[in-house]
């Protein structure tokens, strides 16, 4: 493996708990819009149907205008509520995303003691108006440089396209001296796999590896980042 220079961050789901932005989100919602109580099995719901249409947008089946209003369609269907609020609540959803900040566990000390050792990026799919709230409320604006946001890019993980302005802003480093870590296989691995970037699986609940994708580290726990990228060095 090669020496590890610059470390991108995917942000929800690895450095962020991006489920309890979710859960608070999809509740402060409905409170706003009168829809009634938002219970734990509406949110268990509407997450799995949020992941499949996050999937087709990186398959390139839908833009992520029609996956951000189709997922919420989608699920006030199989809840009866009437579909036509459906981008008025996404608009919304999108702000208050970036209200409930949590960190994954050791996700804010392994940046910080990253600091000084290797170059951070963040690299992220969601969508520019809540990431910049979140980035900017965590401090994660002020620790990682460039941000690399998909809506802004033109591109989503895993298109190699996205890695474009990534290895642009990093002249003279070579795309296997820089890592990826990410909770995602489908977009963050495969995405590092495409663009032949070292990989990191955050994968803290020990999920099966499918055999077919290169996974160059399996980690349970963030700072094991700091480990690999000091280990890369000697």
């Not at 702000?95 to 050791?106: E, N, Q, S, V």
């Not at 969508?127 to 620790?143: H, P, V, W």
């Not at 474009?164 to 820089?178: L, Q, R, T």
């Amino acid at each position: 493996m090669s020496n590890i220079k610059v470390v991108l961050w995917d942000v929800d789901g690895t450095l962020l708990d991006f489920l309890a932005a979710e859960r608070e989100a999809i509740k402060t919602c409905f409170s706003l819009f009168g829809l009634g109580e938002c219970t734990d099995e509406m949110i268990a719901q509407y997450s799995a149907i949020n992941v499949r249409w996050w999937q087709a947008l990186e398959r390139g089946e839908y833009t992520k205008p029609e996956i951000l209003v189709g997922r919420f369609a989608e699920f006030f269907t199989a809840r009866g509520i009437d579909t036509a609020v459906a981008p008025a609540f996404n608009a919304e959803y999108q702000l208050r995303l970036g209200d409930t900040i949590k960190f994954c566990p050791h996700a804010l000390e392994t940046v910080q003691a990253l600091r000084g050792i290797a170059a951070q990026c963040a690299v992220t799919n969601g969508t520019k108006i809540a990431q910049d709230k979140k980035l900017e409320r965590s401090g994660l604006d002020k620790l990682l440089d460039p941000i690399f946001i998909s809506e802004v890019v033109g591109a989503e993980k895993p298109s190699p396209a996205f890695f474009a302005p990534v290895f642009a802003a990093f002249p003279g480093i070579k795309p296997e001296e820089m890592l990826i870590v990410g909770d995602s296989l489908t977009s963050d691995i495969r995405g590092g796999v495409n663009a032949g970037i070292q990989t990191c699986w955050y994968n803290p609940k020990g999920h099966a590896a499918p055999p077919e994708l290169r996974i160059d580290y399996t980690i349970p726990d963030i700072a094991e980042v700091l480990q690999i990228v000091e280990k890369s060095a000697q």
